[in-house]
Structures are given as structure tokens and as C-alpha cells.
Nanobody, 117 residues
Framework: QVQLVEFGGGLVQPGGSLRLSCAAS????????MGWYRQAPGKQRELVVH???????NYADSVKGRFTISRDNAKNTVYLQMNSLKPEDTAVYYC???????????WGQGTQVTVSS
């Protein structure tokens, strides 16, 4: 059974930092591209950043220079370091996994990030 479990959300002041983690189980992690998406109230879910199995990254323009994705294949975990957070970063953040070797893709349950003073 495939599971993606996110950790690290919370409340932070503008300009602050948070680090999200997503631990995967039930998959050969190194074969999967991993992504972070977010969904704010009343808005569509959007891609924040994606990292391929080979480590190639693709960031949304809104987070370039502030967010950094990384992966540790030995720990089956992907991270999202978020710096210089803004109120507009407030959303539920979801971890996502996809692979050309798997017809299915997978989502985590989401973790709330709130940026507010």
C-alpha cells in the first residue's frame, strides 16, 4: 500500500521559514518524481515545485528563490524548505508522487501552512 505522509506545517510569521517533509512508503522511491502542490481556500490546487527521479527541478515563478526542494532516496523522503514566507503562501500543501513505471499517481493527506502575523 502506497502512503505519502507530510510533516512540518504550522503557523509562521511573514518572513519566517518552515520545512515540510514527505515520507513515502510502498513505492520504489528513487523511480518517482516528487512534487509539492498547494491549495488555498477558494482556489485551485497548483504546482509549487517538482523534482524528477534524476533531480531536475521545476519551480513555480511565485516561489523561485524562496523555496527549495530536495530528496533523500535513502530515507524515501522529499523536503520543501520554505523561506521568506508571505501571507499568500498560506495553503494546504500536498505531496505528490508520479512515475513513468506506474499508471497511478499518489497524494498525501496535506499539511496546513499559515503565514500570518
Amino acid at each position: 500500500q502506497v502512503q505519502l505522509v507530510e510533516f512540518g506545517g504550522g503557523l509562521v510569521q511573514p518572513g519566517g521559514s518552515l520545512r515540510l517533509s514527505c515520507a513515502a512508503s510502498g513505492v520504489i522511491f528513487r523511480l518517482y518524481g516528487m512534487g509539492w502542490y498547494r491549495q488555498a481556500p477558494g482556489k485551485q490546487r497548483e504546482l509549487v515545485v517538482h523534482i524528477t527521479s534524476g533531480g531536475v527541478t521545476n519551480y513555480a515563478d511565485s516561489v523561485k528563490g524562496r523555496f527549495t526542494i530536495s530528496r533523500d532516496n535513502a530515507k524515501n523522503t522529499v523536503y520543501l524548505q520554505m523561506n521568506s514566507l508571505k501571507p499568500e503562501d498560506t495553503a494546504v500543501y500536498y505531496c505528490h508522487a508520479d512515475s513513468p513505471y506506474d499508471v497511478r499517481d499518489y497524494w498525501g493527506q496535506g499539511t496546513q501552512v499559515t503565514v500570518s502575523s
